[in-house]
């Protein structure tokens, strides 16, 4: 059998264990079914899509574990290219090989039975990457190509990431103040170091922010600070010894 997991909102959760996963996605030939992650090694890739999901699906996700048969036809690939077809235990296997298997997935062209359903979990919620692999410590584009109309929160990438509004320091500074999760934070550090800017003391109280991807864009945008604060914090994040 392949262990396999599929993400869904919380509120879901309970209605799958009774009546399975319904059919409800389409995949690249049109047919409906139901997008999963083999069971792998790690954790994190095991669960890499939470954020991304969470872009389209406000609120708590949890992990569905299903297993289906070894022989049960699917399709799998990145993303971004076309898809194989395979079996269940062949996926597996072909996921499983792969040195970075980030934005991979599996298509199981059909609803998953209640009987094929493990269980529910609740995971962390900042798991994986957004946007796209490797997005992570790159100033996102607003164009329209890579920001598709449509897309959640796509008005309030424009309005932070447009080069055609530059918006004063002072805005850009309190946007940075009110942010509370980690993602808001990132977000606003972008905008803030899309030009280069003095007062990056104002910057110090992150750099002891306990969310790593948080110190890490820090560091990035810092690159476009100039004077002693700038090189003093970007000395200080990158010591191996500071976390």
Same mark, same amino acid.
């Given at each position: 059998?392949?262990?396999?997991?599929?993400?869904?909102?919380?509120?879901?959760?309970?209605?799958?264990?009774?009546?399975? /996963?319904?059919?409800?996605?389409?995949?690249?030939?049109?047919?409906?079914?139901?997008?999963?992650?083999? /069971?792998?090694?790690?954790?994190?890739?095991?669960?890499?899509?939470?954020?991304?999901?969470?872009?389209?699906?406000?609120? /708590?996700?949890?992990a569905v574990r299903i297993r289906v048969?070894?022989?049960?036809?699917?399709?799998?690939g990145h993303y971004g290219a076309q898809?194989?077809?395979?079996?269940?235990?062949?996926?597996?296997?072909? *996921?499983?090989?792969?040195?970075?298997?980030?934005?991979?997935?599996?298509?199981?062209?059909?609803?998953?039975?209640?009987?094929?359903?493990?269980?529910?979990?609740?995971?962390?919620?900042?798991?994986?990457?957004?946007?796209?692999?490797?997005?992570?410590?790159?100033?996102?584009?607003?164009? &329209?190509?890579?920001?598709?109309?449509?897309?959640?929160?796509?008005?309030?990438?424009?309005?932070?990431?447009?080069?055609?509004?530059?918006?004063?320091?002072?805005?850009?500074?309190?946007?940075?103040?009110?942010?509370?999760?980690?993602?808001?934070?990132?977000?606003?550090?972008?905008?803030?170091?899309?030009?280069?800017?003095?007062?990056a003391e104002e910057l110090a109280y992150?750099?002891?922010? &306990?969310?790593?991807?948080?110190?890490?864009?820090?560091?990035? *945008?810092?690159?476009?600070?100039?004077?002693?604060?700038?090189?003093?914090?970007?000395?200080?994040?990158?010591?191996?010894?500071?976390?």
């Amino acid at each position: 059998m392949a262990d396999l997991v599929h993400l869904t909102p919380e509120r879901a959760g309970r209605r799958i264990l009774r009546s399975g /996963v319904a059919a409800r996605s389409r995949g690249s030939s049109g047919d409906s079914g139901v997008y999963c992650m083999p /069971v792998l090694p790690s954790f994190t890739l095991t669960h890499q899509w939470v954020r991304e999901l969470k872009r389209w699906h406000p609120g /708590v996700l949890v992990a569905v574990r299903i297993r289906v048969p070894d022989s049960q036809p699917v399709t799998v690939g990145h993303y971004g290219a076309q898809p194989r077809q395979l079996t269940a235990a062949q996926a597996v296997a072909m *996921v499983r090989g792969l040195a970075d298997p980030r934005g991979y997935e599996v298509f199981v062209p059909r609803a998953v039975a209640p009987d094929e359903v493990r269980d529910v979990r609740r995971i962390p919620q900042g798991i994986g990457w957004r946007y796209q692999p490797d997005a992570h410590g790159r100033r996102p584009c607003a164009c &329209p190509v890579c920001l598709a109309p449509g897309t959640p929160g796509a008005a309030a990438v424009r309005q932070r990431f447009s080069d055609d509004r530059p918006n004063p320091k002072p805005e850009l500074m309190a946007a940075l103040r009110a942010a509370t999760t980690p993602d808001e934070i990132v977000d606003a550090l972008w905008a803030l170091g899309g030009r280069r800017r003095g007062g990056a003391e104002e910057l110090a109280y992150l750099a002891g922010h &306990p969310d790593p991807e948080v110190r890490e864009t820090l560091a990035e *945008v810092l690159r476009s600070y100039r004077g002693a604060a700038a090189r003093t914090l970007r000395a200080t994040l990158a010591d191996p010894d500071h976390a």
